[in-house]
């Protein structure tokens, strides 16, 4: 492994068994920080709440060695909550980062383009015909989120798929769906629409083990596969035409990434409902930090882990004892940065 300098930034060269590829110091470093932050975060979401503990205490909840009160408050009701607000914030980020490559546009995250929707509304459907189940959810999320993004795809399709086109069609779309998630609701119990409502507004309240083992595992397998998709998106970025004469396939590159993508999406919405605005603020911060020219998956998923950690931990102690659904937090706080980001891209065009 060797450093040198490259177009004013430091790199970092590795070189190994005749391959070779170049990291940003400052990327890297951006992440370490990014990293921390969330581990500062989520300790403070567990030492802090209507019984606040010291981080001796806290250390011996996680390792068992403090008394059972504290162990059941730290590794039952606490640390399962602070950690899926990391994991699913990361899950996030990195699908926001995916589909704003892929559309190469800073609008370009599953909120916008209605991937989210058709989540959402393939779990709405489980979870008012069949009454809900993690798996069954997740099952109903994932393939509404397909369904959707293979919609939105076909229809966006005229030799070939441009980002924009694909933003257009997906918003026209997200809009369908709102409406039909409306009709589902107006057609629901009250009771089911009030479990609907409170899940359908994005929260980690209340949430267990039993939804942070899946997460992780099925984590596990999304994140490796996304990281390996990268470098054929960056390659993508060039256009159609240079990825296709440097040996690229983007058709079949563009599909591998929306059912990621997606896949990402649906595992939120399975495990917490539908949260907005992290997919879209995450990649184009991380971007800022990193002064990078693309969207990296990395520092775009420890952005997300930050943002959602650090929302979470607002929904709890704002307006304490009342807990807010993090969704609202995240809404308040992307609603703000979309603002802003439209009225810099209408000055910059």
């Not at 040198?4 to 110091?25: E, H, K, N, P």
């Not at 396939?249 to 917490?272: E, F, H, N, Q, Y």
Request: proline content about 4%; charged content about 10%; hydrophobic content about 55%.
């Amino acid at each position: 492994m060797t450093s040198t300098v490259d177009f004013g930034y430091r790199q970092l060269v590795v070189q190994r068994r005749g391959v070779s590829a170049s990291v940003s110091l400052r990327a890297v470093l951006v992440v370490l920080v990014l990293l921390l932050l969330t581990a500062v975060g989520v300790v403070a979401s567990i030492a802090t709440g209507t019984y606040d503990m010291p981080l001796d205490e806290v250390i011996g909840g996680l390792l068992g060695s403090a008394d059972r009160g504290v162990v059941l408050v730290v590794r039952e009701w606490r640390m399962p909550r602070a950690l899926l607000a990391a994991l699913l914030g990361l899950a996030l980020g990195m699908s926001g980062a995916i589909f704003q490559s892929l559309t190469r546009n800073p609008l370009g995250s599953p909120d916008i383009i209605g991937f989210s929707s058709g989540s959402y509304t393939g779990a709405l459907i489980v979870l008012l015909v069949t009454g809900g189940g993690y798996y069954a959810i997740a099952s109903g999320a994932l393939i509404g989120g397909i369904v959707t993004a293979l919609v939105v795809f076909v229809l966006a399709y005229r030799r070939g798929v441009q980002g924009f086109r694909l933003i257009i069609v997906g918003i026209g779309v997200s809009a369908l769906l709102a409406a039909v998630n409306t009709y589902l609701m107006l057609k629901a119990t009250p009771e089911e629409q009030l479990t609907a409502g409170v899940w359908g507004s994005g929260s980690l309240n209340g949430v267990s083990m039993a939804e942070l083992l899946p997460v992780l595992v099925i984590l596990a397998l999304l994140v490796p596969a996304s990281l390996a998709l990268s470098p054929a998106l960056r390659v993508l970025e060039l256009g159609d035409d240079a990825a296709g004469s440097l040996g690229g396939r983007p058709t079949l590159v563009r599909l591998a990434s929306i059912v990621l993508g997606v896949a990402l999406v649906a595992l939120v919405t399975a495990a917490a409902g539908p949260i907005a605005f992290i997919a879209l603020v995450a990649p184009q911060i991380a971007r800022r930090l990193t002064r990078s020219t693309g969207v990296g998956p990395v520092a775009a998923g420890a952005m997300g882990a930050l943002l959602l950690v650090v929302s979470d931990f607002l929904a709890q102690r704002a307006f304490a004892p009342l807990q807010l659904p993090v969704g609202i937090v995240t809404v308040s706080v992307g609603g703000v940065y979309f603002v802003w980001l439209l009225i810099r891209e209408t000055r910059r065009r």
